[in-house]
Structures are given as C-alpha cells and as structure tokens.
C-alpha cells in the first residue's frame, strides 16, 4: 500500500523560504511520476511541480518557475519541494501525490496516490 507523508509546512514571512518533504514507503517507486499540488481556501487544487522517479523530467507551473525546485531521493524515498522567494499568494495546504507511469502530468485527477497535507503560510 502506498503512503505518502508530506512535511516542512510553517508560517514564514514574505521573501523566504521552506523545503517540503513526501516520504514515499509501500513499494518501489521506479517508473512512478511525483508532484506537489496546493489548495489555497475557496480555490480549486492547482499543479505545482512534478519530476519523474528518474529523474530525467521536471514540469512546473508559470508561477513558480525560477523560485520553486523539484527533487527527489531515491535512497530515502523522498521527493522535496524547495520553496525560495515565497509569496503571500503562494499560501495553501501543499499535497504531495504519485502516479504509477513516467508522465508528466497536471491534472490532479490523473494522480492514484495523496498525501495529508502540510500547511504552508507566507505573510506579508
């Protein structure tokens, strides 16, 4: 059974930064694609980053690009999220999920597996 588990959620203050944390466990991860989501109140959840197991490929959403960066370790099982130049409208709960197939992919609909959740908050 798949279990992700995020981490590294804080309150930080505009400019700064935070590394999240998805410890992968349940099976081998070879071939799977991993991504970090975010859903800010009254919104719908929005694709953040994704990277294949490999890590060959890495796809991100316009608004993070060139602050945020994708990363995984394949011997803690673990794919980070580092978060630089944080904004306040980059405030939300992030969800770290998987996706059995090396595919780059933004809907979160396409993803089988779903963390709980770590709540980051950027104030101005």
């Known amino acids: 059974q798949v279990q992700l588990v995020e981490s590294g959620g804080g309150v930080v203050q505009a400019g700064g930064s935070l590394r999240l944390s998805c410890a992968a466990s349940?099976?081998?991860?070879?071939?799977?694609?991993m991504a970090w989501f975010r859903q800010a109140p009254g919104k719908e959840r929005e694709f953040v980053a994704a990277?294949?197991?490999?890590?060959?490929?890495?796809l991100y959403v316009d608004s993070v690009k060139g602050r945020f960066t994708i990363s995984r370790d394949i011997a803690k099982n673990t794919v980070y999220l580092q978060m630089n130049s944080l904004k306040p409208e980059d405030t939300a709960v992030y969800y770290c999920a998987a996706i059995p197939r090396a595919r780059l992919t933004v809907s979160p609909t396409s993803y089988n597996y779903w963390g709980q959740g770590t709540q980051v908050t950027v104030s101005s």
């Open positions: 349940g099976r081998t991860f070879s071939g799977y694609t």
């Open positions: 990277i294949t197991w490999s890590g060959a490929n890495t």
